[in-house]
């Protein structure tokens, strides 16, 4: 069965860390271009980091570079998100996907930036 899992979300104070976590399953990961999107309550879904499939390529949103990493284990078939410095306006549910070619949206994970 094709399937994505995120997982590692959580409510952290501004200016804490995050790193959430996307299991991939019932395809070849290895071969695909991941990305990491979130959508905020009232808001569309946008896309904040893409990464390459060996990972040496990423490119991220102007909102979060510099603050956030996108990388992968082809050998776990996992995507992260390292996301530090984190503000309120980052709360979201955050999820994964392929780039191109994109399989059902997972549940994602709620991540809520609030002192």
């Known amino acids: 069965q094709v399937q994505l899992v995120e997982s590692g979300g959580g409510l952290v104070q501004p200016g804490g860390s995050l790193r959430l976590s996307c299991a991939a399953s019932g395809f070849s990961f290895r071969v695909y271009v991941m990305d990491w999107y979130r959508q905020a309550p009232g808001k569309e879904r946008e896309l904040v980091a893409t990464?390459?499939?060996?990972?040496?390529?990423?490119t991220y949103a102007d909102s979060v570079k510099g603050r956030f990493t996108i990388y992968r284990d082809n050998d776990k078939n996992t995507v992260y998100l390292q996301m530090n410095s984190l503000k309120p306006e980052d709360t979201a549910v955050y999820y994964c996907?392929?780039?191109?070619?994109?399989?059902?949206w997972g549940q994602g994970t709620q991540v809520t930036v609030s002192s």
């Open positions: 996907n392929r780039h191109l070619y994109q399989i059902s």
């Open positions: 990464i390459s499939t060996t990972g040496s390529s990423t």
